[in-house]
């Protein structure tokens, strides 16, 4: 199933899976993809679907609707495509077709981890799980973004940046903590050794 991927600044806010056969995007709270932004318009695009094809329309939209870089009014998307509406990009995932987005792969003890495939890492960190069924197993961060925990309980969103590596609450109502202090849906920087909890499953980031 298609879906949308929204990000800013490189930390993943929110995915949002394409059912209907209209969805709508902007500013106001009645669209399906809601983004709060003053670059968006009230009603910025829609995504209409045929078939298993995508289409991408500018809905005459003040800053205008871009794919790849490129300004657009319609133009069917492809798996793997960027929409940049202001300073959020979009990527478009199309689970039919073969992509750089891997399954999801759930470790034991109910902590999730996924994301996008990266190029080379930049030093090497990992997740070491300490708690629960799958205490002792280390998650090797490979990914651009790496995603953890219960998708409705809280998942957070482990981002590697160019000065290293950082964590924000990507959704959920249980806030995880890092050593002990909440994380909001600002990045903090994370060192090594830092204790993450997150659903009830704590975790240590480890960087060599």
Known sequence: ???????????????????????????????????????????????QMSGADVFLEDLNSTNGTYVNGKAIKKQQLQNGDTVEIGKYKIKFVHDGASDNYEKTMVIQGGAVVGGAESPA???????????????????PLVKVVTTIGKPGVAVAAITRRP?????????????????????????????????????????QFIQS
Request: aromatic share 2%; net charge neutral; hydrophobic share 45%.
């Open 1 to 47: 199933m298609p879906k949308m991927i929204v990000s800013i600044d490189g930390v993943v806010i929110k995915e949002v899976q394409l059912t209907k056969d209209r969805t709508t995007l902007g500013r106001r709270p009645y669209n399906d993809i809601v983004i709060d932004n003053l670059a968006v318009s009230g009603e910025h695009a829609v995504l």
């Open 121 to 139: 890492p930049v030093g090497n960190a990992a997740i070491k799980v300490m708690s629960g069924a799958a205490a002792g197993r280390e998650v």
């Open 163 to 203: 000065q290293g590596y950082v964590v924000a609450l990507v959704e959920g109502a249980t806030k995880p903590t890092v050593n002990g202090n909440p994380i909001g849906t600002d990045a903090i920087q994370l060192r090594h050794g830092d204790l993450i909890e997150l659903a009830g499953t704590q975790m």
